[in-house]
């Protein structure tokens, strides 16, 4: 079963494509937690939505970045 796109994601890493900004959250109510490289990038939950495609996807925004320690 193929999961749907739920959400957008805003802010952020320039290196994030536009296309990897549309992505399926298995949950929504928490903090997304992206991890790029040596870093989790963190995106929190918007009251907004936004139509892409037909579907209706939360927006997160970007709200910093930890970095993973050696």
């Known amino acids: 079963m193929s999961e749907h796109p739920n959400a957008m ?36 939950r918007t009251t907004q939505t936004c139509l892409s495609e037909g579907r209706q996807l939360q927006v997160f925004v970007w709200h910093g970045t930890t970095y993973v320690a050696e």
């Open 9 to 44: 994601l805003r802010g952020g890493p320039a290196t994030l494509s536009g296309r990897e900004r549309i992505r399926y959250v298995p949950n929504r109510q928490e903090t997304l937690k992206l991890f790029r490289g040596n870093c989790y990038h963190h995106f929190e």
